[in-house]
């Protein structure tokens, strides 16, 4: 429990701070799950994956 | 590195949505929220492991200058056609002129839209634009901010214009001016 609420802490920080978000002060979390993971192979991007149940 | 999100490919997977199971599956995730790093391929390489705003920030920046592929620009075009000579590629030189505002655009482009597999093909530079500059007026590189096309092989080299007015045009005319290519090595060797 105390795990999962620091993992929250963190990820709630991750879409809210300035020094990660993009201008509209969110991170541009892509849902498209078919193409997006295509996309960052072809142009080489390493990828991360967040997985919720809470959004 | 940049940090908001460019470098990296940041995909939200809810459990409950279509394709989630099998990204689930494949990473073994059985909680929640989780947190997965991967190559661009998309093998897994870590998972989050920072609990403060320092280190999940620098978790970030280090898995993108890791992973992520960066543009093999080189420094000179002399560089560009030793190296296209010797690898059979032909070159693309990137003239850049910080003052205009199309030199950032197609960077972008580069870093961004167009496939690495495709950038691999050619041997670029990235050089400093200037009018005066004597060895780019030879090659008939005459405009900044702009992308040039050079066969290596050829005895009197002579820059061609490719124009990146927007992504899809210049990943079109790059897979063009490959296929091109590959015909005159192939014709050069038939002949010789």
Same mark, same amino acid.
């Given at each position: 429990m105390l795990r999962k609420t620091a993992l929250c802490t963190a990820l709630c920080f991750f879409a809210t701070t300035p020094l990660?978000?993009?201008?509209g002060g969110t991170l541009p979390f892509n849902t498209d799950l078919e193409k997006a993971p295509a996309a960052a192979r072809d142009v080489g991007k390493a990828q991360v994956y967040y997985f919720t149940k809470d959004h | 590195m940049e940090q908001d999100g460019k470098d990296l490919a940041l995909i939200l997977v809810h459990a409950a949505r279509g394709g989630a199971r099998a990204l689930m599956d494949k990473y073994g995730v059985k909680s929640f929220p989780t947190v997965v790093f991967t190559d661009s391929e998309g093998s897994?390489?870590?998972?989050?492991?920072?609990?403060?705003?320092d280190s999940v920030a620098r978790q970030f920046e280090e898995h993108a200058k890791k992973y992520t592929r960066v543009t093999p620009?080189?420094?000179? +075009?002399?560089?560009?056609v030793a190296a296209g000579k010797e690898a059979n590629k032909p070159v693309l030189v990137f003239a850049v002129d910080p003052r205009h505002p199309a030199s950032a655009f197609i960077e972008t482009f580069f870093a961004?839209? +167009?496939s690495y597999k495709t950038v691999e093909k050619f041997a670029i530079?990235?050089?400093?634009?200037?009018?005066?500059d004597k060895q780019l007026k030879g090659l008939k590189i005459r405009k900044g901010a702009t992308v040039y096309y050079l066969d290596p092989?050829?005895?009197?080299l002579r820059a061609r214009k490719v124009s990146a007015s927007d992504p899809a045009k210049f990943k079109k005319?790059?897979?063009?001016?490959?296929?091109k290519y590959a015909e005159k090595v192939e014709k050069a060797a038939k002949a010789g």
């Amino acid at each position: 429990m105390l795990r999962k609420t620091a993992l929250c802490t963190a990820l709630c920080f991750f879409a809210t701070t300035p020094l990660l978000a993009g201008k509209g002060g969110t991170l541009p979390f892509n849902t498209d799950l078919e193409k997006a993971p295509a996309a960052a192979r072809d142009v080489g991007k390493a990828q991360v994956y967040y997985f919720t149940k809470d959004h | 590195m940049e940090q908001d999100g460019k470098d990296l490919a940041l995909i939200l997977v809810h459990a409950a949505r279509g394709g989630a199971r099998a990204l689930m599956d494949k990473y073994g995730v059985k909680s929640f929220p989780t947190v997965v790093f991967t190559d661009s391929e998309g093998s897994e390489t870590a998972r989050l492991a920072g609990r403060d705003e320092d280190s999940v920030a620098r978790q970030f920046e280090e898995h993108a200058k890791k992973y992520t592929r960066v543009t093999p620009w080189l420094e000179s +075009i002399d560089k560009a056609v030793a190296a296209g000579k010797e690898a059979n590629k032909p070159v693309l030189v990137f003239a850049v002129d910080p003052r205009h505002p199309a030199s950032a655009f197609i960077e972008t482009f580069f870093a961004h839209n +167009i496939s690495y597999k495709t950038v691999e093909k050619f041997a670029i530079s990235k050089v400093a634009f200037s009018k005066k500059d004597k060895q780019l007026k030879g090659l008939k590189i005459r405009k900044g901010a702009t992308v040039y096309y050079l066969d290596p092989n050829d005895e009197t080299l002579r820059a061609r214009k490719v124009s990146a007015s927007d992504p899809a045009k210049f990943k079109k005319q790059l897979d063009k001016l490959l296929e091109k290519y590959a015909e005159k090595v192939e014709k050069a060797a038939k002949a010789g």
